[in-house]
């Protein structure tokens, strides 16, 4: 049974730094496709990045580029999200999501099976 459990969020400044974990159990991240989603009050569930199962290649979201960093340690079998240079419209509640079969848009969330409970950021 695939499980996944979000940390790290919190309160933070504007330009200040958070990371976000996602521990997995029940499978194997390296053989999955793993994602960071965002969703503020009233939008839509929006992509933020993704790592692909070499644990390479890596897909971020224009908003986010340059300031957040996607990365998995294999040895915990988790995801992390590294977000630095925080802006208030980061602000929101963000999901990590998994997929075994990968080769849909990776900004969809229908294309992920897998979702955690969410973990809350907020930057003032």
């Known amino acids: 049974h695939v499980q996944l459990v979000e940390s790290g969020g919190g309160s933070v400044l504007a330009g200040g730094s958070l990371r976000l974990s996602c521990e997995g159990s029940?499978?194997?991240?390296?053989?999955?496709?793993m994602a960071w989603f965002r969703q503020a009050p009233g939008k839509e569930r929006e992509g933020v990045a993704m790592?692909?199962?070499?644990?390479?290649?890596?897909y971020y979201a224009d908003s986010v580029n340059g300031r957040f960093t996607v990365s998995q340690d294999n040895a915990k079998n988790t995801v992390h999200l590294q977000m630095n240079s925080l802006k208030p419209e980061d602000s929101s509640m963000y999901y990590c999501?998994?997929?075994?079969?990968?080769?849909?848009?990776?900004?969809?969330?229908?294309?992920?099976?897998?979702w955690g409970q969410g973990t809350q950021v907020t930057v003032s």
């Open positions: 999501a998994a997929e075994e079969y990968c080769g849909g848009s990776w900004d969809l969330p229908v294309n992920y099976s897998y």
């Open positions: 029940g499978y194997t991240v390296s053989t999955y496709c």
């Open positions: 790592i692909d199962t070499s644990g390479h290649r890596t």
